[in-house]
């Protein structure tokens, strides 16, 4: 007998205890599953229980976890039913998953002495959850009981509950500044609660709001079984008037100079006053929330930074108390290290008053000045969270999958290794009772926004294989993940769930069985090569400029017009999407697509190498894979799944061409209007105009394209804000916004390329 036919022949749900709500939880999730069970009383059938088992209880129950810590377990038999028991909340929602999906043919007798489970990783979290709480909670159709019940599916431990109740942050902005942007994510303690130090900055009902909001997202992850977590950026800034209150407790200028029309300052966290501050406020939200079990900390960007670190926008600087003035070099990076693991020691002494097994992680690449210091004085409850141990400062040390010219594309898919030479910095820090927290990016964002659930399968499967050969345990996921009710078919998500549950199953069995069950038999080989189409056209792509390539959206890269001189656009004509641009009136990002504040992104010669990546490595595997999709889609019979799952795809497959399309045109712009300016003869300079031209002809038809599919696509392939636009997320007016940039770009072909060397130096009103 198959385990799905002894299944429904159920009677009854049971759990064990009623202390624990993730029990409720999986039970009711099988019970929607048997639709009749208990709807005749008195009719016989086999038990199923489900429960979180004490070690005494587990050997009451004949459960023997062979040793292990962690498990899962799963019995069955025609005579005593079916037992799905875990050893921790956190699996046992997703072993009642699994069950249902995964394991339905297996046979009953099979499982009749028992099955006992692990994890691939112990501790699966999200980092920077991007929709829950960052930059793109105010997605439209966002459901965070259905992002939560996900998470648990795939396999994940934690959930990160700091995200604002409110649209945007209550940062103070200096007219015309863009810094106050920054404070929408990673939202720092201050912005739940107050202390002695700091009541009345903020109004009450804020605070309310959002530790109401924390609370809510704590109480959906124990619903599921799930822990909770924090990820802020501290030690961030503080209002000015706490500041005028107790002036002595000034610390470090934590702004970007060229980002912020006024400075920002955080408080002094060597003071012990700040200390303490900091305590209360994290033992306030740890007794709302006492399943919180870490706090991660992101620094030294986004309003936030340590005192005297290298890598302050500013440079090194701070309050009074850290060390003395005339000190050298040594002397600071040593006090600068001292502080941040005194306040991570702070922090994880206000945690264990409510949380004994309470944790303080740091984002450690921004300290590459201090890193070596940090390393050595790690110590239990003090670890790392990175993309990797080898290198210092945000140089990857990996390959390009696909060039080894390729750079810069961290934190994003294409990160898609994990080697050897990690193994060594690991292990010295786990010998000091410490852990090293790896990322991933299984595609929620920074990929191809504002698309949906871009499949890079193979991408995703190749770097949890490495980090499971390295013995990683702790994983991070970049920007979190997407729920399937607002991006149904994501096979990343499914690929990451299938590795948690079982790692030995090949990537192929695991695309197939997705396909089996989201389109069926027939189209399931057409689909998997879909994917796998879509996944080499990400792979083969360089990023020309990073922050445009990731950022996109906040950069405006696909509503932008597209033209030789950008000065040769009025100001008025340029608003509708400088309104919400990343880039200050002084920011060359502004007119020139190779620099960004104070960075040289790409040369003309990378631009070139880029160009022509993308055009043939690029577009035919994604022209390929539309095609495919559209092919499939007309096959298939109207109102079928099959024409449903190829509608949904093909939607999101058309406008990844168009993406890739404008990133090329970014690249291909740089190489020729740069090419034009720094161009020795005629020969090249008539030549880089030429590019030029085609560049700006061939972004125009892009954009006519992909206005042609904002129109006529049937479904939701793009993440949109609920409340309207805003700089990180695109509204409901994409169609308007292409049809702006069409009319701007008519008969601009023929402007001589320029860009003004001497832009970031201009004064509105003086020099401009």
């Given at each position: 007998m198959k385990l799905s036919e002894l299944f429904q022949s159920a009677s009854d749900i049971q759990t064990v205890h009623d202390s624990l709500p993730v029990e409720k939880t999986a039970a009711a999730l099988l019970q929607q599953h048997l639709p009749e069970a208990g709807?005749?009383?008195?009719?016989?059938?086999?038990?199923?229980?489900?429960?979180?088992?004490?070690?005494?209880?587990?050997?009451?129950?004949?459960?023997?976890?062979?040793?292990?810590?962690?498990?899962?377990?799963?019995?069955?038999?025609?005579?005593?039913?079916?037992?799905?028991?875990?050893?921790?909340?956190?699996?046992?929602?997703?072993l009642a998953y699994q069950f249902l999906h995964d394991f339905g043919d297996r046979e009953v007798q099979e499982l009749a002495q028992g099955e006992v489970r692990q994890a691939t990783f112990k501790n699966l979290r999200p980092s920077y959850d991007s929709l829950l709480n960052n930059h793109a909670r105010t997605a439209k159709d966002f459901d965070a009981e259905d992002h939560i019940r996900e998470m648990a599916q795939l396999g994940f431990t934690h959930v990160e509950v700091n995200g604002?109740?409110?649209?945007?942050?209550?940062?103070?902005?200096?007219?015309?500044?863009?810094?106050?942007?920054?404070?929408?994510?990673?939202?720092?303690?201050d912005q739940f609660v107050y202390s002695k130090l700091n009541k009345g900055i903020y109004p009450y009902h804020y605070l309310q709001a959002n530790l109401n909001k924390l609370v809510r997202s704590a109480q959906l992850a124990e619903k599921y079984g799930l822990r909770a977590g924090l990820v802020c950026f501290e030690p961030r800034s503080v209002s000015e008037k706490l500041l005028e209150r107790y002036p002595m407790l000034r610390g470090?200028?934590?702004?970007?100079?060229?980002?912020?029309?006024?400075?920002?300052?955080?408080?002094?966290?060597?003071?012990?006053?700040?200390?303490?501050?900091?305590?209360?406020?994290l033992e306030k939200i740890m007794r709302a929330a006492p399943n919180i079990d870490f706090m991660s900390i992101w620094s030294n960007d986004s309003g936030a930074g340590f005192e005297y670190t290298a890598s302050l926008y500013v440079g090194r600087n701070g309050g009074g108390y850290e060390i003395r003035e005339w000190k050298g070099e040594n002397e600071i990076v040593e006090a600068a290290a001292n502080n941040i693991l005194r306040f991570m020691k702070t922090l994880r002494t206000a945690g264990r008053k409510v949380n004994p097994d309470f944790r303080c992680i740091l984002k450690n690449e921004v300290f590459y000045a201090e890193q070596e210091h940090l390393r050595a004085n790690l110590e239990p409850g003090l670890e790392f969270e990175t993309s990797?141990?080898?290198?210092?400062?945000?140089?990857?040390?990996?390959?390009?999958?696909?060039?080894?010219?390729?750079?810069?594309?961290?934190?994003?898919?294409?990160?898609?290794?994990?080697?050897?030479?990690?193994?060594?910095?690991?292990?010295?820090?786990?010998?000091?009772?410490?852990?090293?927290?790896?990322?991933?990016?299984?595609?929620?964002?920074?990929?191809?926004?504002?698309?949906?659930?871009?499949?890079?399968?193979?991408?995703?499967?190749?770097?949890?294989?490495?980090?499971?050969?390295?013995?990683?345990?702790?994983?991070?996921?970049?920007?979190?993940?997407?729920?399937?009710?607002?991006?149904?078919?994501?096979?990343?998500?499914?690929?990451?769930?299938?590795?948690?549950?079982?790692?030995?199953?090949?990537l192929d069995a695991v695309l197939k069985r997705a396909a089996r069950r989201w389109i069926g038999e027939e189209d399931a080989d057409l689909l998997v090569k879909a994917w796998l189409l879509v996944d080499e056209a990400y792979r083969s792509y360089p990023p020309p400029v990073s922050v445009l390539s990731f950022w996109s959206t906040w950069y405006r890269i696909l509503v932008r017009p597209f033209v030789p001189n950008f000065e040769a656009l009025s100001e008025e004509d340029r608003a509708f999407y400088e309104n919400f641009h990343l880039g200050h009136a002084n920011n060359r990002v502004r007119v020139d697509f190779r620099r960004e504040v104070n960075f040289d992104f790409c040369t003309p010669e990378y631009g070139n190498k880029c160009r022509h990546a993308i055009t043939d490595n690029v577009f035919p595997a994604i022209e390929q894979a539309i095609e495919l999709a559209r092919n499939a889609r007309n096959r298939a019979p109207e109102g079928s799944q099959r024409r449903e799952v190829w509608t949904v795809l093909l939607d999101r497959f058309t406008p990844m061409k168009n993406w890739f399309r404008t990133q090329r045109n970014v690249a291909a712009w740089i190489e020729g209007v740069h090419g034009y300016?720094?161009?020795?003869?005629?020969?090249?300079?008539?030549?880089?105009?030429?590019?030029?031209?085609l560049t700006v002809l061939d972004e125009k038809q892009n954009a006519i394209e992909l206005l042609e599919h904002v129109r006529?696509?049937?479904?939701?392939?793009?993440?949109?804000?609920?409340?309207?636009?805003?700089?990180?997320?695109?509204?409901?007016?994409?169609?308007?916004?292409?049809?702006?940039?069409?009319?701007?770009?008519?008969?601009?072909?023929?402007?001589?390329?320029?860009?003004?060397?001497?832009?970031?130096?201009?004064?509105?009103?003086?020099?401009?």
């Amino acid at each position: 007998m198959k385990l799905s036919e002894l299944f429904q022949s159920a009677s009854d749900i049971q759990t064990v205890h009623d202390s624990l709500p993730v029990e409720k939880t999986a039970a009711a999730l099988l019970q929607q599953h048997l639709p009749e069970a208990g709807s005749a009383p008195g009719t016989k059938g086999i038990p199923v229980t489900v429960a979180v088992l004490t070690p005494a209880e587990a050997a009451e129950r004949k459960v023997d976890p062979q040793g292990k810590e962690e498990w899962m377990y799963l019995r069955a038999s025609e005579a005593s039913g079916i037992e799905l028991y875990a050893s921790h909340t956190w699996f046992l929602y997703r072993l009642a998953y699994q069950f249902l999906h995964d394991f339905g043919d297996r046979e009953v007798q099979e499982l009749a002495q028992g099955e006992v489970r692990q994890a691939t990783f112990k501790n699966l979290r999200p980092s920077y959850d991007s929709l829950l709480n960052n930059h793109a909670r105010t997605a439209k159709d966002f459901d965070a009981e259905d992002h939560i019940r996900e998470m648990a599916q795939l396999g994940f431990t934690h959930v990160e509950v700091n995200g604002l109740a409110t649209t945007f942050p209550a940062e103070e902005n200096a007219p015309g500044e863009l810094l106050y942007l920054f404070y929408t994510y990673c939202a720092a303690l201050d912005q739940f609660v107050y202390s002695k130090l700091n009541k009345g900055i903020y109004p009450y009902h804020y605070l309310q709001a959002n530790l109401n909001k924390l609370v809510r997202s704590a109480q959906l992850a124990e619903k599921y079984g799930l822990r909770a977590g924090l990820v802020c950026f501290e030690p961030r800034s503080v209002s000015e008037k706490l500041l005028e209150r107790y002036p002595m407790l000034r610390g470090a200028r934590v702004d970007h100079p060229l980002r912020s029309f006024r400075p920002r300052y955080n408080l002094c966290t060597s003071h012990p006053v700040v200390l303490d501050h900091y305590q209360e406020m994290l033992e306030k939200i740890m007794r709302a929330a006492p399943n919180i079990d870490f706090m991660s900390i992101w620094s030294n960007d986004s309003g936030a930074g340590f005192e005297y670190t290298a890598s302050l926008y500013v440079g090194r600087n701070g309050g009074g108390y850290e060390i003395r003035e005339w000190k050298g070099e040594n002397e600071i990076v040593e006090a600068a290290a001292n502080n941040i693991l005194r306040f991570m020691k702070t922090l994880r002494t206000a945690g264990r008053k409510v949380n004994p097994d309470f944790r303080c992680i740091l984002k450690n690449e921004v300290f590459y000045a201090e890193q070596e210091h940090l390393r050595a004085n790690l110590e239990p409850g003090l670890e790392f969270e990175t993309s990797t141990l080898d290198t210092k400062g945000f140089e990857g040390g990996y390959h390009h999958p696909k060039y080894d010219w390729a750079d810069d594309f961290m934190f994003t898919g294409l990160f898609n290794q994990f080697h050897e030479k990690e193994r060594r910095h690991m292990d010295a820090i786990q010998a000091k009772g410490s852990n090293v927290h790896i990322y991933i990016n299984s595609g929620a964002f920074w990929n191809l926004e504002p698309i949906k659930a871009v499949p890079y399968p193979k991408l995703m499967w190749e770097k949890l294989r490495d980090l499971r050969q390295q013995g990683v345990d702790y994983v991070a996921n970049m920007t979190g993940t997407l729920p399937e009710s607002l991006a149904p078919y994501n096979i990343n998500q499914e690929v990451l769930r299938a590795f948690q549950a079982d790692p030995e199953l090949p990537l192929d069995a695991v695309l197939k069985r997705a396909a089996r069950r989201w389109i069926g038999e027939e189209d399931a080989d057409l689909l998997v090569k879909a994917w796998l189409l879509v996944d080499e056209a990400y792979r083969s792509y360089p990023p020309p400029v990073s922050v445009l390539s990731f950022w996109s959206t906040w950069y405006r890269i696909l509503v932008r017009p597209f033209v030789p001189n950008f000065e040769a656009l009025s100001e008025e004509d340029r608003a509708f999407y400088e309104n919400f641009h990343l880039g200050h009136a002084n920011n060359r990002v502004r007119v020139d697509f190779r620099r960004e504040v104070n960075f040289d992104f790409c040369t003309p010669e990378y631009g070139n190498k880029c160009r022509h990546a993308i055009t043939d490595n690029v577009f035919p595997a994604i022209e390929q894979a539309i095609e495919l999709a559209r092919n499939a889609r007309n096959r298939a019979p109207e109102g079928s799944q099959r024409r449903e799952v190829w509608t949904v795809l093909l939607d999101r497959f058309t406008p990844m061409k168009n993406w890739f399309r404008t990133q090329r045109n970014v690249a291909a712009w740089i190489e020729g209007v740069h090419g034009y300016m720094e161009a020795s003869d005629e020969q090249a300079k008539a030549a880089a105009r030429e590019l030029t031209k085609l560049t700006v002809l061939d972004e125009k038809q892009n954009a006519i394209e992909l206005l042609e599919h904002v129109r006529t696509a049937t479904t939701e392939w793009m993440i949109q804000s609920a409340v309207g636009e805003t700089t990180f997320i695109y509204g409901s007016n994409l169609e308007e916004l292409l049809e702006k940039k069409i009319a701007l770009m008519e008969g601009r072909e023929e402007d001589e390329p320029f860009v003004d060397p001497d832009y970031m130096w201009r004064v509105p009103g003086i020099n401009c």
